[in-house]
T-cell receptor
Framework: EPEVTQTPSHQVTQMGQEVILRCVPI?????FYWYRQILGQKVEFLVS????????KSEIFDDQFSVERPDGSNFTLKIRSTKLEDSAMYFC??????????????FGDGTRLSIL | RKEVEQDPGPFNVPEGATVAFNCTYS??????FFWYRQDCRKEPKLLMS???SGNEDGRFTAQLNRASQYISLLIRDSKLSDSATYLC???????????FGTGTRLLVSP
């Protein structure tokens, strides 16, 4: 079964440093997403991406965050100047199409980001 | 009021038991509904979509009550491998983002 893959599985970074989290969505999927889950809390939406632009973003996704699809397969999340509160599990997801009828999103196994 | 509300549990049940989880959502514009399961420190995995007429997938049955803004998941003949956190998830009309509940933890014991 095709799956979303994410690298690295764990990233440890000093506060103030930049990090890039990488994702390879399922190959025929057109919509890409980033979510995060702080330990012990619910999964929260960050951003969605379609046709090489952001289609929706949450209040969490402020100026320190950016997303990019640098080539035909990768989808990246960059955090410019990390803060302690950015420590979380970051999940990439993708969906085939958005018909308005609720295509499910399929999640990668996540990158655990630890900010020291 | 939380957008998606679930009893956090844990629900402790013996193998073979039937267990039901409930979920309520606050936004009447919610259009798509899902149950995901999440194992400890793992990614959410789609268990099933929830349709207006209710739907079944093996031992799992999902129901939707739009009038009461209520979703349920029934698990029959529980297995040890069903131990996980079950996430109620909705998508609001006009939005792509999924809105997650905090999840209900299920522990199935021998």
């Amino acid at each position: 079964e095709p799956e979303v893959t994410q690298t690295p599985s764990h990233q440890v970074t000093q506060m103030g440093q930049e990090v890039i989290l990488r994702c390879v969505p399922i190959s025929n999927h057109l919509y890409f997403y980033w979510y995060r889950q702080i330990l012990g809390q619910k999964v929260e939406f960050l951003v969605s991406f379609y046709n090489n632009e952001i289609s929706e973003k949450s209040e969490i996704f402020d100026d320190q965050f950016s997303v990019e699809r640098p080539d035909g397969s990768n989808f990246t999340l960059k955090i410019r100047s990390t803060k302690l509160e950015d420590s979380a599990m970051y999940f990439c997801a993708s969906s085939e199409v958005w018909t308005g009828k609720g295509q499910p999103q399929h999640f990668g196994d996540g990158t655990r980001l630890s900010i020291l | 009021r939380k957008e998606v509300e679930q009893d956090p549990g844990p629900f402790n049940v013996p193998e073979g038991a039937t267990v039901a989880f409930n979920c309520t959502y606050s936004n009447s514009a919610s259009q798509s509904f899902f149950w995901y399961r999440q194992d400890c420190r793992k990614e959410p995995k789609l268990l099933m979509s929830v349709y207006s007429s209710g739907n079944e997938d093996g031992r799992f049955t999902a129901q939707l009550n739009r009038a009461s803004q209520y979703i349920s998941l029934l698990i029959r003949d529980s297995k040890l491998s069903d131990s996980a956190t079950y996430l109620c998830v909705v998508r609001i009309r006009g939005f792509q983002k999924l809105v997650f509940g905090t999840g209900t933890r299920l522990l199935v014991s021998p």
